[in-house]
């Protein structure tokens, strides 16, 4: 099983918004809507942001929003805050003995 | 509030074994389903693992399939991975994960604990 495809870093300025792509296959994302983002600062563990494609655990702003067309997912960012600096890493429940994978993560600064 | 606690990280030589523990506090442990990831230093997570709350469900990721068991004590409240076979690309800080209750994901995390596997 292949990691998920997600571009290595995205960059913006505070306030601006910015999306994130995770890329699959029939086979992961775009066959399920299992579709989870998670947040990484360094040095931390994960924290999951949006399950289920679009919904958000309680706790996490709504500045934070999730989608999905064909075989890739977005997490979008609106109103970027310094904090929102960190690792974002997607990950879906795909059709493959090994039932989970993750993407291959992307670095957000804040400019 | 949640917690997990993971522990029984070290250096190990290529070959060699090593038992990691995963304590969990501040829910029903017996009701949910738990993972194992991992992320090698500087890399993306990697899932390794999955058993059902019962224990009679399980999976591995290829990479680990054949050398790692995954196993857990309800009444200890602990997750478990034996990990056997050790190899250098298995260095990395190894996570365990509580499955969300909507499922397909992982909604409670452990701070990790690392291995290393060099001579």
């Known amino acids: 099983q292949s990691a998920l495809t997600q571009p290595a870093s995205v960059s913006g300025s505070p306030g601006q918004s910015i999306t994130i792509s995770c890329t699959g296959t029939?086979?992961?994302?775009?066959?399920?809507?299992?579709v989870s983002w998670y947040q990484q600062h360094p040095g931390k563990a994960p924290k999951l942001m949006i399950y289920?494609?679009?919904n958000r655990p309680s706790g996490v702003p709504d500045r934070f929003s999730g989608s999905k067309s064909g075989n890739s997912a977005s997490l979008t960012i609106s109103g970027l805050q310094a904090e929102d600096e960190a690792d974002y890493s997607c990950?879906?429940?795909?059709?493959?003995?090994?039932?989970?994978?993750f993407g291959t993560g992307t670095k957000v600064t804040v400019l | 509030e949640v917690q997990l606690v993971e522990s029984g990280g070290g250096l190990v030589q290529p070959g060699g074994s090593l038992r990691l523990s995963c304590a969990a506090s501040?829910?029903?442990?017996?009701?949910?389903?738990m993972h194992w990831v991992r992320q090698a230093p500087g890399k993306g997570l990697e899932w390794v693992s999955y058993i059902d709350s019962s224990g009679n469900t399980i999976y591995y990721a290829d990479s680990v399939r054949g050398r790692f068991t995954i196993s857990r004590d309800n009444a200890k409240n602990s997750l478990y991975l034996q990990m056997n076979s050790l190899r250098a690309e298995d260095t990395a800080v190894y996570y365990c994960?509580?499955?969300?209750?909507?499922?397909?994901?992982?909604?409670?995390w452990g701070q990790g604990t690392l291995v290393t596997v060099s001579s």
């Open positions: 029939s086979s992961d994302v775009g066959g399920y809507n299992h």
């Open positions: 289920g494609v679009s």
């Open positions: 501040g829910f029903t442990f017996s009701s949910y389903e």
């Open positions: 994960a509580r499955e969300g209750g909507n499922g397909y994901n992982f909604d409670y």
């Open positions: 990950s879906s429940y795909t059709s493959s003995r090994s039932p989970y994978v």
